[in-house]
């Protein structure tokens, strides 16, 4: 079975600083997909980035970006020019492609609470 | 995209009750997802539901405490039945896009007392 791992409980950072959240994966697919996601003290789940597991290139949206590590199964998100309205719940999730009974299934991490001050 | 919304937003139970929570999507999708999420806590992914089938559950689900209905393309709903104080969580409605992400509804808020 898939896990997703994150050790970091909470981190902090000020604001215009950078900071990146730890994730790490567990699984024996070779294709997948991986994503953030921001859980806002509204409880919405937002979407923060994506990657395709067969691209190599770490995808980047505006000041977010992710270091994908395949082989480390490791996918760490980097935030940049931190902004007070990026404090929330980080969830790292992975998902496999279609085609298997799994399709669309999401597993999460155990999340990463981020502060920021001013 | 898609956009989701999801009745009602919270409600607070007694235990022994029941609650349907009802999600609904602006696009006919053909899978629906129902995650929980406990305080504190990650989401788990309470069971898959497709239109014209039985829904299909996760390990330590069961749709005795959990029915789900699919009557169409975009609606579903997900009943917690004879609630206990454990139940009480956000549950999530979700489905998945065309490049593999998930769209969340906002949530609905149990608090069983």
């Known amino acids: 079975a898939q896990t997703v791992t994150q050790s970091q409980p909470e981190m902090s950072v000020q604001e215009a600083e950078t900071v990146t959240l730890s994730c790490t994966y567990d699984?024996?697919?070779?294709?997948?997909?991986l994503f953030w996601y921001k859980q806002p003290p509204s409880r919405q789940m937002i979407l923060v980035i994506r990657?395709?597991?067969?691209?190599?290139q770490n995808a980047t949206e505006n000041r977010f970006s992710v270091n994908f590590q395949k082989a480390a199964k490791s996918f760490s998100l980097k935030i940049s020019d931190s902004q007070l309205g990026d404090a929330a719940m980080y969830f790292c999730?992975?998902?496999?492609?279609?085609?298997?009974?799994?399709?669309?299934?999401?597993?999460f991490g155990q999340g990463t609470i981020l502060t920021v001050h001013p | 995209s898609a956009v989701i919304s999801q009745k009602p937003s919270r409600d607070i139970c007694q235990r022994g009750t029941s609650l349907t929570i009802q999600c609904q999507v602006d696009s006919q999708v053909t899978m629906m997802f129902w995650y929980r999420q406990q305080p504190g806590q990650s989401l788990t992914l309470i069971a898959t539901a497709n239109q014209g089938s039985e829904a299909t559950y996760e390990s330590g689900f069961v749709i005795d405490k959990f029915p789900i209905s699919r009557p169409n393309l975009t609606f579903s709903t997900l009943t917690v039945s004879n609630m206990s104080p454990e139940d009480s969580s956000i549950y999530l409605c979700s489905v998945v896009g065309a490049t593999y992400e998930q769209y969340f509804g906002p949530g609905t808020r149990l608090t069983v007392t």
């Open positions: 990657q395709e597991a067969y691209k190599q």
């Open positions: 999730a992975y998902t496999p492609p279609a085609g298997g009974t799994s399709y669309g299934k999401l597993t």
């Open positions: 699984t024996s697919e070779s294709d997948y997909y």
